[in-house]
């Protein structure tokens, strides 16, 4: 009885382990997805290739060689669909006369579903540019040089008010900081 129960449990814990796999994945193998990725018929060095297994988290990088060639090994199965992106070497060129950066970078996409082990070889073309363009939105000013004209001796500027606009400062900023000012009686 005890030796029927393990057996029951491993069952249920292997069930249940089957069940959290994602769908695709239950007669995955590792497989080898290979290919070559081209740019005008040129093959693409150092290409970025992202292959993705639809309906998995089954996402795996790599990047092409000098012939363009790429390879990657992953867990998939007859039937699986693969999503397969490559990205070139992103060209940059500016600034131009309006302080403007423009880029380019080709990309391309295949998506293909795995009939037999091992899979075709893939061929993608990086036939699509993802352009960007960036621009300062303002020019920085130059600094301008600031004549201040000299001070005026204008009603209530003169030597005698200085003194006196201070100590009403003073007095506030004592006030205000819950202090009391206190004048000291003089000494005759």
Do not use: K, N, W, Y
């Not at 060095?45 to 060689?65: E, L, Q, S």
């Not at 403007?100 to 996409?109: A, I, K, M, N």
Request: contains cysteine.
């Amino acid at each position: 009885m005890r030796h029927a129960r393990r057996t029951i449990l491993a069952l249920a814990v292997v069930l249940a382990a089957m069940l959290a796999l994602p769908a695709g994945t239950l007669g995955a193998d590792p497989v080898t997805v290979a290919g070559s990725v081209v740019v005008d018929g040129q093959p693409a060095a150092g290409a970025t290739v992202v292959v993705t297994v639809t309906g998995t988290d089954i996402v795996v990088a790599t990047a092409t060689d000098e012939q363009g060639a790429f390879r990657v090994d992953l867990e998939a199965g007859v039937g699986d669909e693969l999503v397969i992106v490559a990205t070139g070497r992103t060209i940059r060129t500016g600034p131009d006369a309006q302080g403007c950066v423009h880029s380019e970078t080709p990309t391309g996409r295949v998506t293909t579903t795995i009939e037999a082990l091992p899979p075709d070889p893939v061929s993608i073309s990086l036939d699509q540019v993802i352009s960007s363009t960036v621009c300062s939105a303002t020019a920085t000013p130059r600094p301008t040089a600031r004549v201040t004209p000299p001070a005026t001796d204008a009603s209530g500027s003169g030597p005698g008010t200085a003194g006196a606009g201070l100590l009403l400062v003073l007095g506030i900023l004592a006030l205000t900081a819950g202090g009391t000012l206190a004048l000291a009686p003089r000494r005759r």
